[in-house]
């Protein structure tokens, strides 16, 4: 709250000395710090969404927040990664300065619960979070999906189960679409997040416009992700599948207005799953929980 204000009561004073290049996620831009902050503000209002004597708290401080609005873009942090000193989602799961596959992208392996997801509801995320089965950083295509991508290729493992595919060449590793190269940017809190959070919150009426506002908010999360993913491998050709995508008529995909608050929560939460796998699987984790 502290910051909130005092960025905002700032933003127009030209005396005011202004982070650079020490300033590692926005550069010193402080309209995407106060976005920034509402932003996690409105995440931890909403994770005591069901605690009943809290509700008039929430309202309160959601209202504060929602005049000055909210991340549009993927909040990211670069310090200067390079191949000698790369991101640690790189240095764990991507390829070494010598050229070695490093030891987490053998080691941790795709779970089959979320790869049936992705599966039943013909998204081709799937291709980016996880690669086809016996792929890995150092295979050669390693960054090319094709789409219309073959979800038959992709296999995960059950809780306690490795090598469960039919042919026992072990599951799915972790995709292009989240091990980039070793300057690759780590995401704070992603666009996609911040707009499911907003559906959430609109839902509840803590934020204007009803199931139908919170239906074009619902869409550009999973629209953000798919771009941040960089499906098709441009941003116009994310937009477009995207599109595809949300206007299938299937469970936890298609946005009825007409349906239940409830369910429509439901909808969110899953598409917030979906997309934050590999990214902020603790916030799907704290959702769940709640």
Known sequence: DDAIADISANLSNT?????????????????????????????????????ASKQAYITAEIA????????????????????????????????????????????????ETVIDFYRATKDPRLGYFYTAKGITATSP????????????????????????????SGSSNIGSGLVVGPDQS????SAAESYFLQAEATLYSWLPG????AKALYQNGITKSYE????????????????????????????????????LVHTVLEQKWAA????????SYNDWRK
């Open 64 to 111: 504060k927040t929602s005049a000055h609005g909210y991340l549009t873009s993927d909040a990211l942090v670069n310090p200067g990664y390079t191949s000698a000193k790369p991101n640690d989602i790189w240095g764990y799961f991507g390829v070494s300065p010598s050229g070695a596959l490093n030891g987490g992208a053998t080691y941790i392996g795709a779970n």
């Open 15 to 51: 005396n005011a000395i202004l982070p650079t290049t020490e300033d590692v996620m926005f550069g010193g831009n402080m309209q995407n710090w106060l976005l920034f902050a509402n932003t996690v503000k409105l995440r931890l209002l909403l994770r005591e969404s069901n605690v």
């Open 141 to 168: 295509g390693f960054s090319a999906v094709t789409l219309p991508i073959n979800f038959s290729n992709y296999y995960g493992n059950y809780l306690g189960s490795q090598n469960s595919n039919p042919d026992g």
């Open 228 to 263: 941040y993913l960089n499906v098709g491998g441009s941003t116009t050709d994310a937009d477009a599948q995207a599109a595809i995508y949300y206007g299938q008529n299937l469970p936890f995909v298609a946005f009825p207005t007409s349906a239940t608050a409830d369910s």
């Open 186 to 189: 780590a995401i704070m809190i």
């Open 276 to 283: 934050l796998n590999g990214i902020s699987i603790v916030e």
């Open 210 to 213: 009803g199931a139908v506002a």
